[in-house]
């Protein structure tokens, strides 16, 4: 009898993963969507990461083929209507975050995943950054330090997260095998 | 050695490179926001998009509700107990109040009718509760979980159990945007209620304190003075508790006083809230000098907008 094992540990380089299947990329955006659209208050509001955003870098890394600029610029549009913000102001946000991870992705993925997470920090807070130059230069008035919080904390989600985002692609072994 | 010859056809085909499609959806992005910034054009997209996310909004308000229930259900009886004798008390002192209220608007009924004035509020008013809290930083807006299908009106204003929280501006089939009185584009028409020196309250963003705005510094307010609406913008109905003065700094340097304002409302706090509905009619405005009317019209526009 042989039973599946699930491996909560990040893949071995030289493992051969398998291909991302288009609907649990469809699947893990609608959902990051739905986390962001949670009702929260007080400090877990200024706290709460942009789930999307991670999302978004995490399958533009890790699969470029399904997810680029243009979904990152359809998901932020999504947002923006959630979140009753400017009109296309995460749209611009997510698709330059879209770009910089295509762009940086080759680099990233040569790092273990804690150093990983102190570039997906960066990314994060260039992103917000993006997001608080458009409003100011809107009108809009400059927000606490506090506004920076959430890219921290996405970036300390970065390490669970791929290992989670990782489980359907690693190759299936069973107690047989062992 | 054979070079390659120019035209080469790619082994994989995908289409235009990230940084042609980067500069696309940027392009597209700054398009869009200068369009819902200046003229608004975007309204029915957001409203489609609103109705899609609905579901997705509505299904994420669930777990909170459901630990709320929880942890009502295993509330303690002692803790119940005194709920309940804290609620009798208030009942007691409202109904008190209440019975005040009715002799005080009967008369003031029918001193109207002598004075023919105008009812300006009806009455009508609509319960809702707070979806969610907007999660932009830059803004002061909340989420309520009626819309234009329940009878809610943009330009509406919303109140709590203690005064006016903010106005209904922008209105999806289901649901509709509150802007909070602490929203920097927010100005409210108010008045002192003590000496009935009239003014505006602006709101400052999230973290600030609300001002008083154009006061001269001579002007008769004093810390803990209550502002209620005016009346005069005919968005809000006149009457309603507003906030209360938290400082006044008065510097004859400087043309206006700085009046810092804390609102009565539970503003960031108000769970249920009330929307009501609109006032009547206020009685057209006189003609203009023609002269002046340009000027004039673009600052009227505005006032009405309610910021």
């Known amino acids: 009898m042989a039973i599946r094992i699930p491996q909560f ?8 993963l398998r291909p991302v299947k288009g609907w649990f990329v469809a699947a893990t955006l609608l959902a990051a969507l739905a986390l962001n659209l949670l009702p929260l208050s007080g400090y877990a509001l200024t706290l709460r990461p942009d789930f999307l955003a991670l999302a978004i870098l995490y399958w533009c890394i890790q699969a470029p083929r399904h997810v680029g600029v243009g979904v990152a610029w359809l998901m932020g549009l999504a947002m923006d209507v959630g979140d009753a913000t400017l009109f296309g102001q995460h749209a611009l946000a997510y698709a330059v975050l879209a770009y910089a991870a295509e762009y940086f992705r080759r680099r990233v993925l040569r790092f273990p995943l804690w150093q990983q997470a102190a570039q997906v920090a960066v990314l994060l807070a260039f992103c917000a950054a993006l997001v608080l130059l458009v409003r100011v230069v809107g009108g809009a008035p400059l927000p606490r330090w506090t506004y920076f919080a959430p890219a921290l904390v996405g970036a300390l989600l970065w390490p669970p997260l791929s290992v989670l985002l990782q489980l359907p692609q690693r190759p299936v072994r069973t107690s047989a095998s062992l | 050695m054979p070079t390659l010859p120019a035209d080469t056809p790619d082994f994989f085909h995908r289409g235009p490179s990230p940084a042609a499609r980067l500069v696309f959806f940027a392009l597209l992005s700054i398009a869009l926001m200068f369009l819902d910034t200046r003229f608004r054009y975007l309204e029915q997209v957001r409203q489609v998009v609103g109705v899609a996310l609905y579901p997705v909004q509505r299904a994420m308000t669930l777990p909170g509700q459901a630990a709320a229930s929880v942890a009502a259900y295993f509330a303690s009886k002692r803790e119940l107990a005194a709920e309940n004798d804290a609620l009798k008390a208030r009942l007691a002192e409202v109904g008190a109040a209440a019975q005040g209220v009715a002799t005080t608007r009967s008369e003031n009924e029918r001193l109207k009718a002598l004075l023919d004035i105008r009812t300006r509020f009806g009455g009508a008013a609509l319960a809702v509760q707070v979806l969610y809290t907007g999660r932009d930083a830059f803004t002061q807006k909340l989420v309520v979980d009626k819309g234009r299908d329940a009878g809610v009106a943009p330009g509406a204003a919303v109140v709590d159990a203690d005064g006016i929280v903010g106005q209904v501006t922008r209105v999806f089939p289901y649901m509709a945007e509150v802007t909070l009185v602490t929203d920097k584009d927010h100005v409210i028409p108010v008045k002192i209620e003590r000496g009935g020196a009239r003014g505006v309250m602006a709101g400052s963003g999230a973290g600030r304190a609300p001002e008083l705005r154009f006061m001269p510094p001579s002007a008769d307010v004093r810390v803990g003075d209550l502002l209620v609406t005016s009346g005069l913008d005919g968005t809000y109905p006149p009457g309603l508790a507003v906030a209360r003065v938290a400082a006044v700094e008065r510097d004859t340097g400087q043309i206006f006083a700085r009046i810092a304002l804390a609102p009565v409302a539970g503003v960031d706090r108000s769970e249920q809230l009330l929307v009501l509905g609109p006032s009547a009619e206020l009685p057209a405005r ?22």
């Open chain 1, 9 to 16: 540990s990040p893949a071995d380089p030289n493992e051969v």
């Open chain 2, 286 to 307: 006189p003609e203009e000098p023609a002269s002046a009317e340009g000027e004039k019209k673009a600052g009227r526009s505005r006032l009405r907008r309610g910021g």
